[in-house]
């Protein structure tokens, strides 16, 4: 099974560090400029300051990881330990809003969440780090910058009773991108568009979507993600070349795994994010929970979600991908 929702960030002695700090195992890992022609090999290249920005959940309950309002990470397991690249979401400096949702465990008797299951004790609490890392791949880390772990913790506090779910949110400086883009920030909100009426262009925007890469038109496909595409390699730092090789590795893969095999959109719930800015489809319930309705499943099994967040610019009537 594959999530492809998300864009996360592989860093294995970062966690390694996690995992022996709070004593829990590692579990199994989910799945350009703003305005007018988007510079990337300038962005990629002459900034001197590549800074990413990095969330990192230990946890032994369910959870949900939100910047911005908008859902980036998510666990339904009960041990899990796991690092969430920020930027593709970052669109620049400034004040940012992280949150996490504790769920109940599964073993819940009465699907409430105890204080335990949020701080057992002092020795074994769950942790959320919030930080900043400069990308290097010829160092063993993956990283060349140092962490201060005690300076880059979120402190959790955990409910004074058992609740139905257990949030606590953050306000996080962001002061060190060297980019701007523009994103879903000048575009509508479609929180003022009838619902049923939203609904119904999301699903027929989906359900195009499916038909394309059903049969085989990636191409097509891909070009609907130009904009995507050019904003992350902004904020993700990737030259011109390296691009490229995604763009194949892309193409490639859904050619593999799509044509013949995309699933009907059938069982979906709409779900608006980024403050009424994006809206995409998701699977409910059952062990694909907020899997983005867009599956396909091969012969021999393989289940992919190929996740896409879309948004309506200003002036548009029509929908655009802008993230993943």
Not at 199 to 215: G, H, M, P, R, T
Request: net charge neutral; aromatic share 10%; charged share 25%.
């Amino acid at each position: 099974m594959e999530n492809t929702n998300y864009k996360k960030i592989g860093l294995a002695v970062f966690s390694i560090l996690m995992i022996l700090c709070n004593g829990q195992q590692n579990s199994q890992n989910k799945a350009k400029q703003s305005s007018g022609k988007i510079n990337r090999q300038g962005s990629a290249h002459s900034a001197a300051n590549k800074t990413t920005y990095i969330a990192h959940v230990n946890a032994m309950s369910p959870y949900e990881l939100y910047l911005d309002d908008i859902l980036i990470d998510f666990y339904y397991g009960d041990n899990m330990s796991n690092t969430t690249e920020l930027n593709p979401y970052l669109l620049g400096n400034g004040k940012h809003t992280l949150k996490i949702r504790f769920l109940p465990k599964k073993d819940s008797p009465d699907t409430m969440v105890q204080p335990k299951d949020i701080i057992f004790n002092e020795t074994a609490r769950w942790h959320i780090y919030f930080s900043k890392i400069v990308p290097d791949k010829g160092d063993p880390l993956g990283y060349s910058n140092e962490i201060d772990y005690a300076k880059s913790e979120l402190k959790i506090q955990a409910p004074p009773e058992k609740v139905a779910f257990w949030e606590q949110t953050w306000e996080v400086d962001v002061k060190d991108l060297p980019y701007h883009v523009t994103g879903w920030s000048e575009s509508q909100d479609l929180k003022k568009t009838d619902k049923d009426v939203l609904q119904k262009e999301v699903v027929a925007y989906f359900s195009n979507i499916k038909d394309l890469l059903n049969s085989g038109k990636i191409d097509e496909y891909l070009k609907l993600r130009t904009k995507e595409d050019e904003e992350l390699d902004v904020v993700t730092y990737t030259t011109p070349e390296d691009s490229k090789i995604d763009y194949q590795n892309n193409k490639e893969k859904m050619l593999k795994l799509c044509p013949g095999n995309m699933q009907p959109i059938d069982h979906y719930e709409m779900k608006i994010y980024g403050n009424g800015k994006l809206v995409t489809l998701v699977i409910p319930d059952g062990k694909f929970r907020n899997w983005t309705a867009l599956i396909s499943k091969t012969p021999k099994g393989r289940t992919t979600s190929w996740g896409i967040l879309l948004h309506k610019p200003k002036g548009s009537s029509t929908f655009e991908i802008i993230r993943k």
